[in-house]
């Protein structure tokens, strides 16, 4: 798979656990067992960080990260 997650977590290593053992049934991260941090950004504040997870969000495809 050639895509990036993107979200927020106050336990970014924990998240990644649960999504590569498919936690999350549901989740768009089920495609794959073998997801990897590519970037961890620490913010001051949730309001911050969604903001930051919004704005990446909206990143042209090209643009935007790619796992």
Sequence with gaps: MDRYYI???PEPGLRLE???????????TKAADDWEIALSKECSSKEDTLY???FIKRM???SSSKK
Excluded at 18 to 28: C, E, P, S, V
């Design 60 to 62: 042209k495809p090209e």
């Design 18 to 28: 649960l999504h590569n053992a498919h936690h999350f049934k549901r989740a768009f």
């Design 52 to 54: 930051l997870e919004r």
């Design 7 to 9: 979200g927020e977590s």
